[in-house]
């Protein structure tokens, strides 16, 4: 069995399914996997213009039937569960041609499927005979060991990311092009490099600074350098020679984020504090008056914690709804204080009960 100290940080040469089963149990935070898609090509295709498509018509793309390729995929997939912690996250990215098999596969073996997520390309490539729609999207999926597993998500940083909106499952990304496509001679190098900021995402969303990521098809690299970036260790495994120069010389150019920046501090929750207790420390009176953002509304406060609001009696959440004429509320965001003659949110007296009294009172 192979020491994770030993390895982690770099690209271990040889067979995937061989190599997983020399790495110890429960030792990986997050896998993401490219396995090959076993497009069953045939022939080559070309452009109208009579030029050749380079297309995937790789020999590691090549099964003999169906069942070998679902063979080779149980066979990985179950050693990556066997090596991911208990809370750790798998992500396997394929398109039409294998990506069903793979799900019924990963269902079978445990896993617990949280989300599937659509990476639309925005520049696909076209559909050149005009017999099908344009394939511009491949399908993600993100699971966790098993169904009580507590995987990582840092769902407020994806929100900020997305300004202020849930992330969706549909991500619109385009195609690794440009400076960022790895090539040599004019050529490039991989057929099926990822880009960049698909890698970044998911590394960003379901994984923490210096958690290890493994990926069983590192390929160019893309996984390893985006894991160097964000300062998590990392671990590839690759078959082909080639691919591991040139993934090796990619990653070691790469110069981490400086770890302040990835403090994921967006994330923290504040403990739970009632709204009484900031009474029972004299941050608030019985008396004092509740104002809306735009004073607007003002309700006042019990001696027993309550507001009351015209004739309405309640907590801070439900007689903001009320006020707000809402279903529901959130008080502490809802309601201000005058303090010196200035507005002050009661989540900042929130705070501050937090900051002086909450460790003692804990």
């Not at 994921?264 to 019985?286: A, C, M, Q, T």
């Amino acid at each position: 069995m192979l020491n994770i100290k030993d390895i982690e940080n770099s690209i271990i040469p040889g067979d995937c399914i061989a190599v997983l089963g020399k790495i110890p149990d429960e030792s990986v935070d997050l896998v993401f996997a490219d396995p090959p898609y076993n497009l069953q090509l045939k022939n080559s295709l070309y452009r109208p213009n009579q030029t050749l498509v380079d297309a995937v018509n790789d020999n590691w793309d090549r099964f003999v039937s169906f069942d070998s390729y679902d063979a080779f995929c149980l066979a990985w997939l179950n050693e990556c569960r066997r090596i991911l912690k208990k809370n750790g996250s798998l992500w396997v990215i394929g398109t039409y041609h294998n990506i069903f098999r793979i799900g019924k596969i990963i269902q079978d073996l445990g896993y617990w499927i949280l989300n599937d997520i659509a990476w639309i390309k925005t520049n696909p490539m076209p559909n050149f005979k005009g017999t099908r729609f344009n394939n511009a999207h491949e399908t993600l999926i993100w699971a966790a060991k098993d169904q009580k597993s507590k995987p990582v998500f840092h769902y407020k940083s994806m929100k900020v990311h997305n300004d202020d909106k849930q992330m969706r499952s549909e991500w619109h990304l385009p195609i690794c092009i440009g400076s960022e496509r790895v090539r040599i001679n004019g050529e490039k190098v991989h057929s099926t490099q990822k880009p960049e900021a698909l890698l970044r995402r998911i590394i960003l969303a379901t994984s923490n600074p210096n958690d290890l990521v493994l990926d069983p098809f590192i390929g160019s690299g893309t996984t390893g350098a985006v894991a160097k970036l964000l300062n998590r260790r990392y671990i590839g495994i690759e078959k082909e020679q080639k691919y591991v120069e040139v993934a090796n010389k990619r990653i070691n150019d790469i110069t981490p984020v400086a770890l302040e920046l990835l403090g994921y501090e967006i994330e923290e929750k504040k403990p739970r504090v009632p709204f009484g207790n900031l009474l029972d420390v004299g941050l608030i009176s019985p008396g004092d008056i509740l104002y809306s953002k735009d004073l607007e509304k003002t309700a006042y406060v019990q001696a027993d914690s309550s507001v009351k609001y015209k004739n309405s009696i309640g907590s801070i959440h439900k007689i903001g709804a009320i006020a707000d004429s809402k279903p529901a509320c959130n008080g502490w965001e809802y309601w201000y204080i005058k303090k010196n003659g200035d507005l002050v949110s009661i989540n900042d007296l929130r705070s501050e009960y937090i900051e002086n009294y909450h460790k003692e009172s804990a």
